[in-house]
Each structure stands twice: as structure tokens, then as C-alpha cells.
Antibody
């Protein structure tokens, strides 16, 4: 059974750096067709893709946020970490980590439960 | 950057058929996938690679394409299908893009 779970602070202050950890089980990030993405959703709004990391440590970032994001992995611990700098109240959202399959097409096949992060001014 | 456009809201009578669309030039090159999100819950995958349903997704859900538009069709909509639906696609830069979402109401 594939599971992912996000952990991190529920509340951060403006200008602080957010660090979120995704702990997963049921698959290996060393598989060529599997990746982990971070996706967020402000309250009542659409999903927004943030970043993705591949089996060979390739990293991809949202064009609009790439200067503030960093994604990394700990393969031995089955964890993926996202850091986001210079947090703003507009970054208040539920942050999801998710498994992505890339096998000729790209799709998110499993989502974590999400973690609500509120940014206070 | 590439965009995927969805109609914000659609409604369907119980038991009838509804088509939810997703429009974007990137869909001429890449398949869309579709996600259902119930209030307060994480999204779940309901369609990928055009017209493939993950196990556990009812066969009343189907996918189709025409030009730059992907569609998710629910044939015989049920009350439990009332939810938000998001389309998704990769782009040429290997980024991922989501549509703005469609709120489906089952009357």
C-alpha cells in the first residue's frame, strides 16, 4: 500500500523559511518511473504544483516560485523535504506531497493527506 | 507558461450525463489526468493517459480528447460525484500544470 504523509509547522511567520517533510512508504524513489511532487492549495482555490524530485536526484520547480524553493530527498529514510523561503500570508495553503508516475505520461497517482500551513503577518 | 482552462462550475441532474472540459494548447502534446476532490479531503486520481481509470473508480467515469480539449464525462451522475474536479498535465519544460477546477453540483 502506497502512503505519503506530510509533516511540519502549522504556523509560520512572514519572512520565515518553511520546511516540510514528506514521509512515504510502499514504493521506492529509486524507481525510474516514480517521483515525488509537492503541490499546494490555498483555501477555496485551485491546486498549484511547486516542485518534483526524481529517482536520479533531478529537480524541477515552478517557474514562478523557483527562487524560493528547494527540494531534496533522503532515499534511505524514504523522505522528501521541501523548503520555501521568505514566507508570506499569501502562501497560506494546504501543502500536499504526492507520488507521480512518469511512464509515457505524467500523473499524480497517490496524494498525502495534506498539511495546512498558515502564515501570519 | 502553459495554462489549463476549466469552467468554474457545472451542474447535472441525478442520473444524467455531464462533461467537464479542460482546454489548453499543451494538451495537443500531452495527456491530461483528472482528479476528484471532496470537501476537506485530498484529491484522488480518477482518469489518466486519456481514458484509463485507476482501480476502484467506477466505469461511469470516462475520458476523451478533441484538439486542445480534454474532457471527463460522468455517465449517470450520482450524488457522491458532487465534488471539485481538476485537470492536470505536464508541459514542455517537465513542469506540472493544474487547471483552475470545476465545481460539479448534482441536482
Amino acid at each position: 500500500q502506497v502512503t505519503l504523509k506530510e509533516s511540519g509547522p502549522a504556523l509560520v511567520k512572514s519572512t520565515q523559511t518553511l520546511t516540510l517533510t514528506c514521509s512515504f512508504s510502499g514504493f521506492s524513489l529509486s524507481s525510474r518511473e516514480l517521483c515525488v511532487s509537492w503541490i499546494r492549495q490555498p483555501p477555496g482555490k485551485a491546486l498549484e504544483w511547486l516542485a518534483r524530485i526524481h529517482w536520479d536526484d533531478r529537480k524541477y520547480y515552478s517557474t514562478s516560485l523557483k527562487t524560493r524553493l528547494y527540494i531534496s530527498r533522503d532515499t534511505s529514510e524514504n523522505q522528501v523535504v521541501l523548503t520555501m523561503t521568505d514566507m508570506d500570508p499569501l502562501d497560506t495553503a494546504t501543502y500536499y506531497c504526492a507520488r507521480v508516475t512518469i511512464d509515457g505520461t505524467t500523473y499524480v497517482d497517490t496524494w498525502g493527506q495534506g498539511i495546512l500551513v498558515t502564515v501570519s503577518s | 507558461s502553459f495554462e489549463l482552462t476549466q469552467v468554474p462550475a457545472v451542474s447535472v441532474a441525478l442520473g444524467q450525463t455531464v462533461k467537464i472540459t479542460c482546454q489548453g494548447d499543451i494538451l495537443r502534446s500531452f495527456y491530461a489526468s483528472w482528479y476528484q476532490q471532496q470537501p476537506g479531503q485530498a484529491p484522488i486520481l480518477v482518469m489518466y493517459a486519456g481514458n484509463y481509470r485507476p482501480s476502484g473508480i467506477p466505469d461511469r467515469f470516462s475520458g476523451s480528447y478533441s484538439g486542445n480539449t480534454a474532457s471527463l464525462t460522468i455517465t449517470g451522475a450520482q450524488a457522491e460525484d458532487e465534488a471539485d474536479y481538476f485537470c492536470h498535465s505536464p508541459d514542455n519544460s517537465r513542469n506540472q500544470v493544474f487547471g483552475g477546477g470545476t465545481k460539479l453540483t448534482v441536482l
